[in-house]
């Protein structure tokens, strides 16, 4: 598939994979005491919505940095939307159970002040900040279907599958701009293994990372495969010498 194939499908023949938060989420069927006989998934999610309210820091920073490509900075518009699609359903269904600590306006801004100088993003940051995008929200995709598939609670089962969705789409769109970006100038390619090398999850600037599966190492593997594969070497490569083979 072209880059510029794939962006036609991501912007409408993929629009069968949109979700309307009123009408396909059941909100009068949440089970609360189901939901609340599992504080520790009720806590991974309160973490999730943290983490998805800092795209009005990260994301925002991103088409900043990619102003020059029209695709990039649509694709991470739409994402930046869905992102806070994310955050309002989850901070809806934790507040319709009655979980706590309850989420702030407060509490957001403070991640916001803690936060500010980490997206600063310069230049030189694009490959890495481009690459920490792909990986977390592939990340983010295998851990709302993970977590989803241990609710009790059907609703937040629902909800969480319908993010997980979004979330893989978005990592998708993140590598096409990536594979995009390296038709252009081939000779990022060991820049690009370095900063897979060196992948950091923007979640770890808010919140302590909620992990739905211990040690499993799946999307590790996958995007893995996926760098190496848009590079044409292995991720060591950079450290061994730049070679095509």
């Not at 993929?14 to 599992?38: F, M, T, Y």
């Not at 995007?223 to 044409?232: A, D, H, I, P, S």
Request: hydrophobic share 40%; with cysteine; proline share 3%.
């Amino acid at each position: 598939m072209t880059t510029e194939r794939y962006y036609y499908d991501f912007f409408g023949a993929k629009s069968e994979s949109r979700w309307n938060v009123e009408k396909d989420i059941p909100w009068g069927e949440i089970d609360r005491e189901a939901a609340l006989s599992q504080p520790d998934i009720l806590d991974k999610v309160r973490r999730t919505a943290l983490i998805e309210s800092y795209h009005a820091l990260g994301t925002v920073s991103l088409i900043k940095l990619l102003y020059q490509d029209v695709d990039a900075t649509s694709v991470f518009q739409v994402e930046c939307f869905e992102g806070f699609r994310h955050f309002w359903s989850l901070r809806r269904y934790l507040d319709l159970v009655g979980f706590e600590p309850r989420i702030t306006d407060e509490e957001l801004v403070e991640i916001r002040e803690r936060n500010i100088e980490h997206v600063n993003y310069k230049p030189e940051d694009t490959v890495q900040e481009l690459v920490n995008f792909i990986w977390s929200e592939h990340a983010a995709g295998y851990f709302a279907r993970q977590l989803g598939a241990q609710c009790k609670d059907k609703v937040l089962a629902k909800l969480l599958g319908f993010i997980s969705v979004d979330e893989f789409r978005h990592a998708e769109g993140g590598y096409q701009i990536l594979t995009k970006l390296l038709e252009r100038q081939p000779e990022l390619k060991p820049e690009v293994l370095r900063a897979a090398s060196n992948f950091k999850h923007y979640g770890w600037h808010v919140c302590e990372l909620p992990v739905a599966v211990e040690n499993d190492f799946t999307t590790v593997l996958q995007m893995k495969r996926k760098f190496e594969k848009v590079c044409g070497a292995r991720i060591v490569s950079w450290r061994e010498g730049w070679s095509n083979g």
